[in-house]
């Protein structure tokens, strides 16, 4: 199982970027996958969940912003991000677990200007 995170860069503050997570090597139908993120000098925080049903959480810093969803199709994750904020500054990693192992994409990062 791979995952691979892309479509970061460096936004204004108040604009919007989104990223994806391409998985390969299962179908993504039945699997909650998550977006993380880590901050310079701050441990890794989680971001956001999409569960198989099409459930979603956040974490309470990003409610009304940001936007999870899913291709299954396509076997891409996606993360919207509007009304970026100078705090939302880090590298953001795709995350999936299931009974077989525990996978991480390679981060992509966000940097947002004041």
């Known amino acids: 199982v791979q995952l691979q995170a892309s479509g970061g860069g460096l936004v204004q503050s108040g604009g919007s970027l989104r990223l994806s997570c391409k998985v390969s090597g299962l179908k993504l139908d039945n699997y909650a996958i998550a977006w993380f993120r880590q901050a310079p000098g701050k441990s890794r925080e989680w971001v956001a969940k999409i569960y198989g049903s099409g459930l979603t959480s956040y974490t309470d810093s990003v409610k009304g912003r940001f936007t999870i969803s899913r291709d299954n199709a396509k076997t891409t994750l996606y993360l919207q991000m509007n009304s970026l904020k100078p705090e939302d500054t880090a590298v953001y990693s795709c995350?999936?677990?299931?009974?077989?192992?525990?996978?991480w994409g390679q981060g992509t990062l966000v940097t947002v200007s004041s």
């Open positions: 995350n999936l677990r299931n009974a077989r192992g525990d996978y």
